[in-house]
């Protein structure tokens, strides 16, 4: 076994790393940016060592400052996790010069499957069923716009040397083209350094489902069943599972086989994922292979009892896999929900800054939460913006739903904006929960975009009643403890309303729960909160919530289930009167563009004096690695512009003013 391992990478995956490697009793090293010299896994690891600055050009994609960390602190073995050099051959390369371990494949199937286009042509010579499409790499925009056209639209722009989602564009017709083109070699140059492009025909309404594989450097090689990973936003993968509720025996051990198949084909050893994508008609295509350890493994290691890190480290170890294809077991059903930076509701844009809430749900049995992040740490603009991976697991997938449902509820964060309430939304989703999903739900199920405004009656009453709750407790809170006995059945007309959803309530506090009358119908609610606490668990009538609650000035801020409301709570009397109060009209500056988030300006597409339209591209902004591009709000004549390529913004600083 290995003296020491140095783990090549930040984030979430380093802690998980350095997790596996306590069990197993080996001393760990965290290298890290000055961005990070705060983080988590610098402090979790055994040792640490500062490699340059926040650019990870310059830091964690340094295979010469990896190098000198493990001689330095004399570890001779490197995890990379995923993403970085995880799968650079030439980092593989070196290490092997310097008698460093790498704890993955050997350099040649990296090269050969870390590279889309090489790996589809090695895919179709190893009998595997793959995507039409163009194979060899397109130069310029013409080019592509050509071989689009002769593939047929829709299709996949795709970065040769690309992954997690990055490098990727959708072209439904040649419109797209010159854009999606752009965006993916710039994305690909920034991520991978290598800004190669291929084509190949995107299938409509696809699943997105891959195969988890072991394999030794004995020539044993199993498979551990597959994840589903349809539920995706920008090609990111938002939500995953395993089992699939797609897949049946059949088919699983047709695409398991296939993933065998290729997997001896190209000599792999270590933990290794082969993506597919599969039709509504069960027809699966290879799609790519992963040489690492892929994000959202947890799911597979909580149905089938297996540590994929401890896998990967006894393997690089020269130990033989202890088990066969037979002795794998699938028992349960296990649901991964990334937790990202970012605001589903104002089109992902990244969100950067301090955490000043962070507060998993760690106490719900059958949880589990990898992260890399602590309450008062930042997330930076630098690198992606996962807070974290929260998984639950259950005996049946309505129950591993269930119990994502109430952590999702339970988990606090705030300092930053999040992706809490859209993940609470999809798994609440009657498609979600029938298993009825494919790679566009969220574009088919939110064709206007995420919003978490409480607009239906139901939800509005049930927000409404939990808010007139935690009024009545707070009242109760602030009276002498006898008093409360005295008008514990004093009878009180009180008003809420939630957007254009007012209800008018008639309360009656008893000394147990709170008795409201509603349009003739009486309604218990009962709940433990006090007024200090952030989550309320309440009962009403028979149903059983949790919700998150804060107290504002004219009411309460509930969030939950996917929904974001704001209750105001008033007497009869007060809401009577403030029907003669006028209201202040917001009136949005059109003619001003603010920078939506932190970032690096990549292009400006517009000049002063240009005319443009609504809905014109105005400049691209890159953030946590990913390209956001800036459309004009309004049609109007550019009066100036106050920024340029290469410049590092701040959000909502001035970028484009129109006259």
Same mark, same amino acid.
């Not at 007497?571 to 500056?589: P, R, T």
């Not at 902004?621 to 009066?639: D, H, L, P, Q, W």
């Given at each position: ?38 983080? %988590? ?49 030439? $980092? ?31 895919? &179709? /010579? ?10 060899? =790499?397109?130069? /310029? ?16 722009? #795709? ?39 291929? =084509?190949?025909? !995107? ?58 198949? @290729? ?18 008609? #069960? ?30 480290? #006894? ?58 992040? $602590? ?47 859209? @993940?609470?939304? +999809?798994?609440?989703?009657? *498609?979600? @929960? ?20 409480? %607009?239906?009656?139901?939800?509005? %009453?049930? !927000?409404?009643?939990?808010?007139? $709750? ?32 007012? !209800? ?10 709170? +008795? ?13 909160? #006090? ?6 668990? &309440? ?5 059983? %919530?949790?919700?998150?609650? *804060? ?11 996917? @929904? ?93 003013? !129109?006259?």
């Amino acid at each position: 076994m290995f003296k020491k391992i140095l783990i090549a990478n930040r984030g979430e995956i380093a802690c998980r790393i350095i997790s596996t490697c306590k069990k197993l009793s080996i001393p760990t090293v965290a290298v890290f940016s000055d961005a990070d010299k705060r983080s %988590l896994h610098v402090s979790l690891a055994d040792e640490s060592v500062n490699i340059g600055p926040a650019a990870s050009s310059e830091s964690y994609l340094s295979i010469d400052k990896i190098i000198s960390a493990c001689k330095e602190t004399g570890a001779d073995a490197v995890h990379p996790g995923y993403g970085f050099l995880s799968e650079n051959h030439n $980092f593989m390369n070196r290490l092997e010069k310097e008698d460093i371990t790498f704890i993955g494949p050997s350099a040649e199937p990296i090269r050969i499957m870390g590279d889309k286009i090489e790996s589809k042509i090695f895919a &179709i /010579d190893a009998g595997i069923n793959t995507v039409p499409g163009h194979q060899g =790499i397109i130069k /310029d925009i013409n080019e592509a716009v050509s071989i689009a056209n002769e593939v047929g639209f829709p299709v996949m722009i #795709k970065a040769s040397a690309g992954g997690g989602g990055k490098g990727m564009r959708i072209a439904f017709s040649e419109k797209d083209v010159p854009d999606a083109f752009t965006s993916s070699i710039n994305e690909a140059k920034s991520s991978f350094g290598d800004d190669r492009i291929f =084509i190949e025909k !995107f299938i409509t309404k696809p699943r997105h489902i891959e195969i988890q594989i072991l394999a030794d450097n004995h020539g044993n090689v199993i498979h551990l069943g597959e994840r589903e990973c349809s539920i995706q936003r920008r090609n990111q993968k938002i939500i995953e599972e395993s089992p699939s509720p797609f897949v049946d025996k059949d088919l699983r051990n047709s695409m398991g086989n296939q993933a065998v198949q @290729l997997a001896k084909k190209v000599g792999y050893s270590s933990a290794g994922t082969v993506e597919f994508i599969v039709d509504q008609d #069960k027809n699966f295509y290879f799609l790519e292979m992963n040489t690492r350890l892929q994000v959202e493994h947890p799911v597979t290691e909580l149905v089938t009892g297996f540590d994929l890190v401890e896998e990967m480290i #006894k393997i690089a170890a020269g130990e033989k896999l202890n088990v066969t294809q037979n002795d794998v077991n699938f028992k349960g059903w296990a649901i991964e929900s990334r937790i990202y930076a970012e605001d589903p509701e104002r089109n992902f844009m990244p969100s950067t800054g301090r955490l000043i809430t962070y507060k998993p749900p760690l106490e719900i049995d059958n949880i589990r939460n990898d992260t890399g992040v $602590f309450e008062g740490g930042e997330i930076s603009m630098f690198y992606d913006p996962m807070i974290s991976k929260l998984c639950s697991y259950g005996e049946t997938r309505i129950e591993a739903c269930n119990l994502m449902q109430e952590a999702l509820n339970n988990f606090e964060i705030s300092g930053i904006e999040n992706n809490l309430n859209l @993940l609470s939304s +999809i798994i609440k989703n009657k *498609k979600f @929960l029938e298993g009825e999903i494919n790679t566009g739900f969220i574009d088919e199920e939110y064709p206007d975009g995420f919003s978490s405004k409480v %607009l239906d009656e139901v939800d509005a %009453l049930m !927000f409404s009643l939990t808010a007139v $709750f935690a009024h009545i407790k707070e009242i109760n809170n602030s009276q002498h403890p006898e008093s409360q006995n005295n008008s514990s059945l004093n009878e009180k007309s009180l008003v809420a309303s939630i957007g254009k959803n007012i !209800f008018i309530f008639k309360t009656y506090n008893t000394l147990k729960n709170t +008795i409201i009358e509603h349009n003739g119908k009486v309604i218990s609610l009962e709940s433990d909160w #006090k007024p200090e606490d952030k989550i309320i668990k &309440i009962k009403i009538d028979d149903s059983f %919530l949790t919700l998150q609650i *804060k107290k504002n000035v004219k009411g309460f801020d509930i969030k939950g289930f996917g @929904l974001n409301g704001n209750v105001n709570v008033r007497s009869k009397i007060s809401h009577d009167l403030s029907s003669h109060m006028i209201e202040k009209v917001i009136v949005k500056n059109t003619k001003i563009i603010k920078c939506p988030m932190p970032g690096l300006v990549v292009s400006i597409d517009i000049s002063e004096g240009q005319k443009v339209e609504d809905g014109d591209k105005l400049c691209t902004v890159e953030a946590m690695k990913m390209e956001n591009i800036i459309r004009s709000e309004t049609s109007g004549i550019v009066k100036k512009v106050f920024c340029k390529e290469g410049d590092s913004l701040a959000a909502d600083e001035v970028m484009i003013e !129109f006259q």
